[in-house]
């Protein structure tokens, strides 16, 4: 998915970056970029205030997506997956958002169409999800905060 790659370039960061590689990278960009060093010009100061926003934003994308922290969440994930029903989804942009029973929101990137038609049109959308989504794509929870760096 774009947004993935390029936050990935944003923060120089490949994609088997640890979380502490992600956390160090963070800091360092962070105090680059910290609006309070920028006091010469309202437009520097303007502008390092969107570049940090946008750093904040990546960051926290990519912890969320990142293996160590969905491996710390799998066994809720799991449950979820198996015993929850699907209580909504939609989506935008090859971005699925389904919605459990259960209240957790995952999503998942890089979804292709035809695999949404599909989900639609399944006799089943929890078997069809089970089987063709929830280990397959790239995911990350939306419901809540799954941990920190």
């Not at 970029?33 to 990546?58: G, R, V, Y």
């Not at 066994?75 to 971005?95: P, R």
């Not at 089987?131 to 799954?146: A, T």
Request: overall charge neutral.
């Amino acid at each position: 998915m774009k947004k993935i790659v390029d936050y990935r370039k944003l923060l120089g960061v490949n994609e088997a970056a640890e979380l502490q590689e992600l956390k160090t990278t963070y800091r360092s960009l962070m105090k680059a970029w910290h609006p309070d060093k920028f006091q010469d010009s309202p437009e520097s100061k303007l502008e390092a205030e969107e570049k940090s926003k946008t750093i904040i934003e990546a960051y926290h994308f990519l912890v969320s997506i990142a293996p160590e922290t969905r491996s710390q969440s799998f066994a809720d994930y799991t449950l979820t997956t198996t015993a929850s029903s699907i209580a909504d989804f939609e989506y935008k942009s090859q971005v699925l958002k389904i919605t459990f029973a259960d209240g957790n929101a995952y999503e998942y990137f890089d979804v292709p169409k035809a695999v949404y038609i599909k989900l639609i049109n399944a006799d089943s959308p929890g078997r069809f999800a089970r089987r063709h989504i929830y280990n397959e794509y790239v995911y990350r929870s939306i419901s809540k905060l799954v941990a920190t760096a």
